[in-house]
Nanobody, 123 residues
Framework: QVQLVESGGGLVQAGGSLRLSCAASGRNLSSYGMGWFRQAPGTEREFVAA????????YYANSVKGRFTISRDNDKNMAYLQMISLKPEDTAVYHC????????????????WGQGTQVTVSS
């Protein structure tokens, strides 16, 4: 069983930065894609960024491209999401997830999820 724990969320002013971390346990994740998703109140969970097992494929939602950077450290079983130039519309609970295979490009490609960390961006 894979367990994922996110951290690094918080309250930040517009234009600020945060770095989210995702710590995984229960399985070596070096053969699986990882992703970040977010969900604001009253909305569906949406894709933010994905990275393949070895980090060779990275993809971002258009809304965060150029501002967010996904990365991973397979030796530490960790994934990260560096966020800069944050906007109020980035406010959401951010979840990390593990894909069923080496890469996941959409929500249904993922089968393990963390509880999430709240990111609030004030204007």
């Amino acid at each position: 069983q894979v367990q994922l724990v996110e951290s690094g969320g918080g309250l930040v002013q517009a234009g600020g930065s945060l770095r989210l971390s995702c710590a995984a346990s229960g399985r070596n994740l070096s053969s699986y894609g990882m992703g970040w998703f977010r969900q604001a109140p009253g909305t569906e969970r949406e894709f933010v960024a994905a990275i393949s097992a070895r980090g060779s494929i990275i993809y971002y939602a258009n809304s965060v491209k150029g501002r967010f950077t996904i990365s991973r450290d397979n030796d530490k079983n960790m994934a990260y999401l560096q966020m800069i130039s944050l906007k109020p519309e980035d406010t959401a609970v951010y979840h990390c997830a593990v894909a069923r295979t080496m890469y996941g490009g959409k929500l249904t490609d993922y089968n393990y999820w963390g509880q999430g960390t709240q990111v609030t961006v004030s204007s």
